[in-house]
């Protein structure tokens, strides 16, 4: 079970951080990934970290203003979003163990 929190509004610029805690399975071994989806779009990678966090990877639209981390200890992936944007505006959703998240509305607007 994959479960987000953090969500909300937040201003253009500001930031905000999501996490999604796992259970049910041995979190260390897994990648895990944070997608999103905006209204009338599609479900779009934002990034994925490996197993012991060493290697990171972002979706173009996020580069540079979104970190992925994890704590295996706590079982837990974060998404530090800044310098956010209205068009961060989504459902972002945790993905790991062919198991999705049940999703978390972040809205971005003044």
């Known amino acids: 079970q994959l479960v987000e929190s953090g969500g909300g509004l937040g201003q253009p610029g500001g930031s905000r951080t999501l996490s999604c805690t796992a259970s049910?399975?041995?979190?260390?071994?897994?990648?895990m990934n944070w997608y999103r989806q905006a209204p009338g779009k599609e479900r779009e990678l934002v990034a994925y970290i490996s197993s012991t966090g060493s290697i990171t990877k972002y979706g173009d639209s996020v580069m540079g203003r979104f970190i992925i981390s994890r704590d295996n200890g706590k079982s837990t992936v974060y998404l530090q979003m800044s310098s956010l944007k209205p068009e961060d505006t989504a459902v972002y959703y945790c993905?790991?163990?062919?198991?999705w998240g049940q999703g978390t509305h972040v809205t971005v607007s003044s």
């Open positions: 049910g399975f041995t979190f260390s071994n897994y990648y």
């Open positions: 993905y790991g163990v062919g198991t």
